[in-house]
Antibody, heavy 118, light 107 residues
Framework: EVQLVESGGRLVRPGGSLRLSCGASGFTFDDFPMSWVRQAPGKGLEWVAGINWNGVSTYYVDSVKGRFTISRDNAKNSLYLEMNSLRAEDTALYYCARDKSLGWFDAWGRGTLVTVSS | EIVMTQSPVTLSVSPGERATLSCRASQYVGSNLAWYQQKPGQAPRLLIYGASIRATDIPARFSGSGSGTEFTLTISILLSEDFALYYC?????????FGPGTKVDIK
């Protein structure tokens, strides 16, 4: 069974940093690109960042470029999101998602909540 | 950035009826369009990819159509478990974008 489990979300002050993790199991992790998708409370889905299978290529939505870094460790079956200079508008539930084939997501974790507030 | 719009915002339908949801892309995306269902407190679930291909284990009452910039998700006979939020998403390039969603609720 494909499983994605996110962790690392918590309350953080504006300007602070956080590192999210996503552990994958039930599939060959390095066969797939991966992404982070977020959902602000009561709002819709927003793709945040993506990474190709070997970590060489990364992509970001404009609002997080220069602040967030996506990475992966295929030996540990893990995906990460390093978040710096956090803003109130980054408050959201962050989902880890498996990219089945160049952009559609066939497996999702349950999400980890990041709250940016003073 | 490709902007996705969805209509209507809310669709009120009786169980057993048909629901038709629309999605429009601001630029050409070919068939690079997916649909997701999300229920309260749950992660999104992939329904359709490639504009019209049902994902694994998705019932045949869900169908997708369209290409280019105009897309439709049809639920042929609504069951109680289908009342949820539905999002479209384009993946024509690496800057993936979602629509704002259509809520299907009970009439």
């Amino acid at each position: 069974e494909v499983q994605l489990v996110e962790s690392g979300g918590r309350l953080v002050r504006p300007g602070g940093s956080l590192r999210l993790s996503c552990g994958a199991s039930g599939f060959t992790f390095d066969d797939f690109p991966m992404s982070w998708v977020r959902q602000a409370p009561g709002k819709g889905l927003e793709w945040v960042a993506g990474i190709n299978w070997n970590g060489v290529s990364t992509y970001y939505v404009d609002s997080v470029k220069g602040r967030f870094t996506i990475s992966r460790d295929n030996a540990k079956n893990s995906l990460y999101l390093e978040m710096n200079s956090l803003r109130a508008e980054d408050t959201a539930l962050y989902y880890c998602a498996r990219d089945k084939s160049l952009g559609w997501f066939d497996a999702w974790g349950r999400g980890t909540l990041v709250t940016v507030s003073s | 950035e490709i902007v996705m719009t969805q209509s209507p915002v809310t669709l009120s339908v009786s169980p057993g009826e048909r629901a038709t949801l629309s999605c429009r892309a601001s630029q050409y995306v070919g068939s690079n369009l997916a649909w997701y269902q999300q229920k309260p407190g749950q992660a999104p679930r992939l329904l359709i990819y490639g504009a019209s291909i049902r994902a694994t284990d998705i019932p045949a009452r869900f169908s997708g159509s369209g290409s280019g910039t105009e897309f439709t998700l049809t639920i042929s006979i609504l069951l109680s478990e289908d009342f949820a939020l539905y999002y479209c998403q384009q993946y024509n390039n690496w800057l993936f974008t979602f629509g704002p969603g259509t809520k299907v609720d009970i009439k």
